[in-house]
């Protein structure tokens, strides 16, 4: 079945103490891209990468940082999480970020920073 | 960049009537305008989408209209039923800023049975 894998779906944690949302998508595409999802202010793009090696910030890339080591994979890491990172987060694939379009959604990591 | 806002915010039906919901973008540059429903627990999901030469796609019982001039797209869902019943964002795509996609806040749609 084609689908992004996002782990863990639920965490709590406190400030300062690191911590990686893992994403994994099996159907071969090129684009990744983390959101965040806020009440009011809709999904709002984190990181991007257009392939292996490749990734590029998006609208609010502070206090993350992500990497590309292979096509399937797409971590994001919070390296000192603090309160206003709580929020829900996704990851989505695509083929491409040009022609094609569509956006395929992991079902989302809910994040609690105490 | 683009700005794309979405109203209503929550919007309330009842049962086989009809909901529509607006979105507005300021990059006349955008040209593609895509649809994501999120059911609860789960990501979004495509819909429809609609693309800057066309003014406006059927499927079944959703539609999409756009006015390039206005600078406004809509989504109309006719009949609506309780598993219509999720959160929707309207998104506009700039090609000129490497096809990024910008997403409006969200609209809470519950159908009344």
């Known amino acids: 079945e084609a689908q992004v894998t996002q782990n863990p779906r639920y965490l709590i944690t406190v400030t300062g103490k690191k911590l990686t949302v893992t994403c994994s998508q099996n159907?071969?595409?090129?684009?990744m891209s983390w959101y965040r999802q806020d009440p009011g202010l809709g999904l709002r793009q984190i990181y991007y990468s257009m392939n292996v090696e490749v990734t590029d910030k998006g609208d609010v890339p502070e206090g993350y940082k992500v990497s590309r080591k292979e096509k399937r994979n797409f971590p994001l890491i919070l390296e000192s999480p603090s309160p206003n990172q709580t929020s829900l987060y996704f990851c989505?694939?695509?083929?491409?970020?040009?022609?094609?379009?569509?956006?395929?959604f992991g079902e989302g990591s809910r994040l609690t920073v105490l | 960049g683009e700005n794309v806002e979405q109203h209503p915010s929550t919007l309330s039906v009842q049962e086989g009537d009809s909901a529509v919901i607006k979105c507005t973008y300021s990059?006349?540059?955008?040209?593609?305008f895509p649809w994501y429903k999120q059911e609860l627990g789960k990501g979004p999901q495509l819909i429809i989408d609609i693309r800057s030469n066309v003014g406006e796609k059927k499927d079944q019982r959703i539609a999409v209209t756009l006015n390039k001039t206005a600078k406004h797209f809509s989504l109309h869902i006719t009949e609506t039923q309780p598993e219509d019943s999720a959160v929707y964002f309207c998104a506009a795509r700039e090609e000129a800023a490497g096809n990024k996609l910008t997403f409006g806040g969200g609209t809470r749609v519950l159908v009344k049975p």
């Open positions: 159907m071969n595409h090129e684009y």
């Open positions: 990059d006349s540059a955008s040209n593609y």
């Open positions: 989505a694939s695509s083929y491409d970020r040009g022609v094609t379009g569509e956006l395929f």
